[in-house]
């Protein structure tokens, strides 16, 4: 399967590694909105302009789009959709189905396959609570990121007028997982499960007030959260948060018997090193998924629910059934 990469930022990085670990896989290259000479991957893989996407269309099985939510994505995926499979991580989950039926419409006019919000959450996480729910129909859910470094919110930052850098940190709140624990976190708000923790360096001059209102009232970002920002040097930024660790844990109880006699929990958690590079493995799953469904016809818009799990897979059907089964 011919790979293309488009955008070089911490995703883009990770699916040039993650590629290199599927051996039905090869790369085609990166493309870049930015002058390709000042762009260096890891790996000497080619860049390209983005301007000269449209020259690889008959060279490429599926483009990996390496953008970020708030802006890139919504432009980026549907555009992109009418000339190549794509898949990409938008994790905006309150936009997810606008996003869906932009997408969808681009790629089913074009006969393309683009599987969309790819990752860990929305992503596996969404998965975990599929299987979940279908096992415990009554069941009850809680999910908790954290600690760790949200790309999304920390790019929605960057994108503030005056922001030169920003991380922003998911912090659950120990006692409401201590209640979800006990199937006891029914009900509770955003704000009651987890803070977010906002590092920010400021370009000189900018109006440090006005950034942190922007932040603290941003609409499916921040507003529904007791959120912290904490303006800091570009030296505290490399020292302190140059790292981008995450994780998480989806929590289902639920009951069983004739007389829900019976307690049953649901645990699914990620610990991760990198964020980014754990996002572009489930990336590089998905870009085989798309290229296997599109050959078989499947075409529009799809999401990780769309997906059977051999499709994700390098192994053959023989090979699943003798060692995953």
């Given at each position: 399967?011919?790979?293309a990469?488009?955008?070089y930022g911490n995703?883009?990085?990770?699916?040039?590694c993650?590629?290199?670990?599927?051996p039905d896989m090869?790369?085609?290259?990166?493309?870049?909105?930015?002058?390709?000479r000042?762009?260096?991957?890891?790996?000497?893989?080619?860049v390209?302009?983005?301007?000269?996407?449209?020259e690889?269309?008959?060279?490429?099985?599926?483009?990996i789009?390496?953008?970020?939510s708030?802006?890139?994505l919504?432009v980026?995926?549907p555009?992109?959709?009418?000339?190549?499979?794509?898949?990409d991580s938008f994790?905006?989950?309150?936009?997810?189905p606008?996003h869906?039926?932009?997408?969808?419409?681009?790629?089913?006019?074009?006969g393309?396959t683009?599987?969309?919000?790819?990752?860990?959450?929305?992503?596996?996480?969404s998965?975990?609570?599929?299987?979940?729910?279908a096992?415990?129909?009554q069941?009850?859910?809680s999910?908790?990121?954290?600690?760790?470094?949200?790309?999304?919110?920390?790019d929605?930052?960057?994108?503030i007028s005056?922001?030169?850098?920003a991380?922003?940190y998911?912090?659950?709140?120990?006692s409401?997982m201590?209640?979800?624990?006990?199937?006891e976190?029914?009900?509770f708000t955003a704000?009651?499960?987890?803070?977010?923790e906002c590092?920010?360096?400021?370009?000189e001059?900018?109006?440090?007030?006005?950034?942190e209102?922007?932040i603290?009232?941003?609409p499916?970002?921040?507003a529904?959260?007791?959120t912290t920002?904490?303006?800091?040097?570009?030296?505290?930024?490399k020292?302190?948060?140059?790292?981008?660790?995450?994780?998480g844990v989806?929590i289902?109880?639920?009951?069983?018997g004739?007389?829900?006699?019976h307690?049953?929990?649901?645990?699914y958690?990620?610990?991760?090193?990198?964020n980014?590079?754990f996002?572009?493995?489930?990336?590089?799953a998905?870009?085989r998924?798309?290229?296997?469904?599109n050959?078989?016809?499947?075409t529009?818009?799809?999401?990780i629910?769309?997906?059977?799990?051999?499709?994700l897979?390098?192994l053959?059907a023989?090979e699943?059934?003798?060692?995953?089964?």
């Amino acid at each position: 399967m011919r790979i293309a990469i488009y955008g070089y930022g911490n995703i883009g990085r990770g699916v040039e590694c993650a590629v290199r670990q599927n051996p039905d896989m090869e790369l085609v290259g990166v493309f870049t909105r930015r002058d390709p000479r000042s762009v260096k991957t890891r790996t000497g893989l080619p860049v390209y302009s983005a301007d000269s996407v449209l020259e690889f269309k008959d060279k490429i099985d599926v483009m990996i789009i390496c953008g970020g939510s708030a802006t890139d994505l919504p432009v980026l995926t549907p555009m992109l959709a009418e000339n190549f499979n794509v898949v990409d991580s938008f994790d905006t989950h309150a936009r997810i189905p606008e996003h869906f039926a932009n997408v969808d419409r681009a790629a089913s006019e074009s006969g393309h396959t683009a599987v969309i919000s790819g990752g860990w959450d929305p992503g596996m996480f969404s998965v975990s609570r599929v299987y979940a729910n279908a096992i415990l129909p009554q069941g009850r859910f809680s999910t908790f990121w954290g600690r760790g470094v949200s790309q999304g919110h920390s790019d929605a930052i960057r994108r503030i007028s005056g922001v030169k850098d920003a991380r922003q940190y998911t912090v659950p709140i120990l006692s409401a997982m201590e209640a979800a624990v006990k199937g006891e976190a029914e009900g509770f708000t955003a704000r009651q499960m987890h803070t977010r923790e906002c590092y920010v360096v400021a370009e000189e001059g900018a109006d440090l007030e006005r950034i942190e209102n922007e932040i603290k009232t941003m609409p499916n970002y921040f507003a529904d959260y007791d959120t912290t920002v904490t303006f800091i040097t570009e030296e505290e930024m490399k020292k302190d948060h140059s790292e981008l660790p995450h994780g998480g844990v989806v929590i289902c109880t639920g009951t069983t018997g004739l007389d829900n006699e019976h307690r049953q929990t649901i645990e699914y958690r990620l610990k991760l090193d990198s964020n980014p590079e754990f996002t572009s493995g489930v990336l590089v799953a998905l870009a085989r998924a798309a290229c296997r469904m599109n050959g078989r016809g499947q075409t529009g818009c799809k999401t990780i629910f769309d997906i059977a799990p051999a499709d994700l897979s390098a192994l053959s059907a023989e090979e699943l059934r003798a060692h995953m089964l």
